[in-house]
């Protein structure tokens, strides 16, 4: 019996499918924790809190056949993101959330449950999308394919509009330092942002840290990365900061030449980060430590186990090394004077004249 | 369930104790004794080739049914993740494969399967097209199965898949014994230098065994391996064991799906006395090996090496 394609109908299957392969409905998302209660504990949980390539939260839901509370849920998700969609930078910072981004509500189900899908797609909810999963057989192997129901699919990516971020609060004295340390952080990368409160500024490339600055009793106080502080005083002090931001974000960007392994924020930054660190990328999935000052890598030490001519003649091929030969000429060889040896010498010829 | 009725269900061996070299395969896996202080965790032993189709599943699963008939806890892991055939060797067609293990969908001890003739079978996938799918999560699944499956038993065998792609390194190296099965023929031949060549190049390397299968006339896998064994010295620099040669059987290559394995129903013939011969070695020389021979533990071992992935 030839079995159709099917997907998990089972919230459970299908959110452990989904979840691997969040990057194949929409390029660089990422999940980031799955059970997110945005309800109150009235609503059952939000499937799961997911990044998306440009370092935005995405609230994703799963639609299944017979979930009398999704349209609730959705509703509550969306509410929810409203409400404290800008606190997530801050709220959950393991999630590397850039700031200034705005949130949306991904809703994904599978045939099973088109017709909940069809009903919520007319609802007018802002930042809000969904998609149906269609499977399909291809070589044997099963596969889907992401049909994108909103108008606007997944390209528009509509968002929330990021709340403002609140004027920063410098002294008249280091207000010139600070246009000048904005102005050196834009050139670092146009990804560079800037945003925080009225008295501190973080200072971030797709999420990840790169320093921070206080305005604490007129001066402007900095910290790297690293953990290093300073008082930017002068041009000197500005300089040598943005200095360690640039070392920071080359860090980051897998840029330097060590061993960062880079999360692209924007398709353009990842495309590029990816390039430049492809000579050292670690393994898929990459969860490992890098490898050691002086030792081989896995793989290079399967590239090095090439042939060479002289070790394909000794093994017995000639074809590589003298062309005249047939590979495997000295098996042969072998062969014959083990036949030779068991059916002893053969007897001398006669002759015929 | 009463005892009695459980020891019903049980595979055992009537003549046990008549199989020669019991008392030595006791002594071999004896835990506790000597400086083998260390937790308990079985030998774990790779078949491997650089060519496919050599007899690596063959030569594991019967080995496999020979060492649990010694009395031994046996396990065989078919790594293959895409073209996977140990069950069908072991006549067995189980629920869940290496495949649900990786995703994740169920633990290794739902995919180890009970075969008729003895050992365990953590089966290969056959829906994974391509081993580039399997990423350093997933070989860290792997890791944590086999050692599990390492401390409940005495021996696993591993049945890596053919070729150099760094899943199939990863898996050949978390064993400390390495058997390599080629044939006399220059492209297997050249395809084993290629893998012993990678695996002197290894921080750790392995013991290397090689078995040389489809012989034909008797005693070219003993030339086909000094010829081997030279290169590798001189080449590579890695020492290498003869463990011995499998004779050309049309037995074997005619052997049709559902007969059971050629050690039980062909036990006399020429074939499975080769087999036994060379579980035979390198069960010697791996006692030979036991004290001096590090055991980090298999899982330690797949970590370093998706370290240096």
Aim: glycine share 10%; net charge neutral.
């Amino acid at each position: 019996m030839i079995r159709g394609p099917v997907l998990p109908q089972l919230r459970d299957s299908l959110w452990s499918l989904v979840a691997r392969r969040l990057d194949a409905i929409e390029r660089g998302l990422t999940l980031v924790v799955e059970g997110l209660d945005c309800s109150g504990g009235q609503l059952g949980p939000v499937d799961g809190l997911a990044r998306d390539a440009m370092g935005g939260p995405v609230l994703v839901l799963l639609a299944v056949d017979g979930d009398a509370l999704l349209t609730a849920r959705v509703l509550s998700a969306c509410e929810f993101l409203t409400r404290v969609g800008d606190s997530l930078v801050t709220a959950v910072p393991e999630a590397n959330f850039c700031g200034g981004i705005g949130g949306r509500v991904l809703l994904v189900g599978t045939d099973a449950s088109a017709t909940s899908l069809e009903s919520l797609r007319r609802l007018p909810l802002p930042a809000f999308q969904v998609c149906r999963l269609e499977p399909f057989r291809l070589a044997g192997t099963e596969r889907f394919a992401v049909r994108w129901l909103s108008a606007e699919g997944a390209n528009s990516s509509p968002r929330l509009a990021a709340a403002p971020t609140p004027e920063f609060n410098v002294s008249k004295e280091r207000s010139r330092d600070w246009a000048t340390l904005r102005s050196l952080c834009e050139r670092i990368d146009p990804g560079v942002r800037i945003d925080g409160d009225r008295f501190w500024r973080r200072i971030t490339w797709s999420g990840r840290l790169l320093g921070e600055v206080w305005s604490v009793e007129g001066e402007l106080r900095a910290l790297t990365a690293d953990g290093v502080q300073s008082t930017l005083s002068g041009a000197g002090e500005i300089r040598a900061f943005v200095d360690q931001l640039m070392r920071q974000y080359m860090k980051v960007a897998g840029v330097a030449s060590g061993n960062a392994s880079p999360e692209p924020a924007s398709a353009e930054a990842g495309g590029a980060a990816k390039t430049r660190d492809s000579k050292h990328r670690g393994p898929p999935g990459g969860r490992s430590s890098p490898i050691k000052a002086g030792e081989e890598s896995l793989r290079s030490s399967l590239a090095a186990a090439r042939l060479s001519p002289e070790e394909y003649s000794a093994l017995g091929g000639s074809a590589m090394s003298s062309g005249g030969g047939t590979a495997g000429a000295a098996l042969a060889d072998d062969a014959a004077r083990i036949v030779a040896a068991q059916e002893g010498p053969w007897p001398p010829l006669r002759r015929t004249d | 369930m009463s005892a009695d009725r459980f020891l019903d269900k049980v595979h055992l061996e009537p003549d046990l104790e008549r199989i020669p070299g019991r008392s030595l395969l006791r002594r071999l896996f004896r835990r506790g004794a000597g400086d083998v202080s260390r937790e308990r965790e079985a030998i774990v032993i790779a078949f491997a080739s650089g060519k496919g189709g050599t007899g690596k599943s063959f030569l594991a699963t019967n080995s496999a049914i020979a060492m649990h008939r010694s009395g031994k806890r046996v396990a065989v892991v078919d790594c293959d993740f895409g073209l996977a055939n140990a069950h069908l060797l072991f006549g067995v067609n189980p629920r869940y494969s290496i495949q649900h293990l990786l995703d994740g969908v169920v633990p290794v001890q739902e995919v180890l399967a009970a075969t008729p003739y003895g050992p365990g079978l953590v089966a290969g996938g056959s829906g994974i097209p391509s081993l580039a799918e399997l990423d350093a999560r997933h070989m860290e699944t792997l890791a944590g199965a086999l050692q599990w499956l390492a401390r409940c038993h005495d021996v696993l065998l591993l049945d890596c898949p053919a070729g150099l792609a760094p899943q199939s390194m990863v898996t050949v190296l978390a064993a400390q014994h390495v058997v390599i099965v080629t044939n006399p023929e220059i492209a297997a031949l050249t395809d084993a230098y290629a893998l012993i060549k990678c695996l002197a190049r290894q921080p750790v390397c392995p013991v290397v065994h090689l078995v040389v299968n489809r012989v034909s006339p008797a005693g070219l896998g003993r030339a086909t391996f000094d010829r081997l064994a030279e290169v590798s010295r001189r080449f590579a620099g890695c020492e290498i064991h003869y463990a011995g040669e499998v004779p050309e059987d049309s037995a074997v290559t005619h052997r049709r799906l559902g007969q059971p394995p050629l050690l039980l129903s062909l036990p006399e013939c020429a074939t499975t006395q080769a087999v036994l011969s060379v579980i035979a070695t390198i069960e010697q020389r791996i006692e030979a090996q036991l004290r001096s021979m590090s055991n980090d533990g298999v899982e330690a071992r797949m970590l370093e090496q998706i370290r240096r992935w």
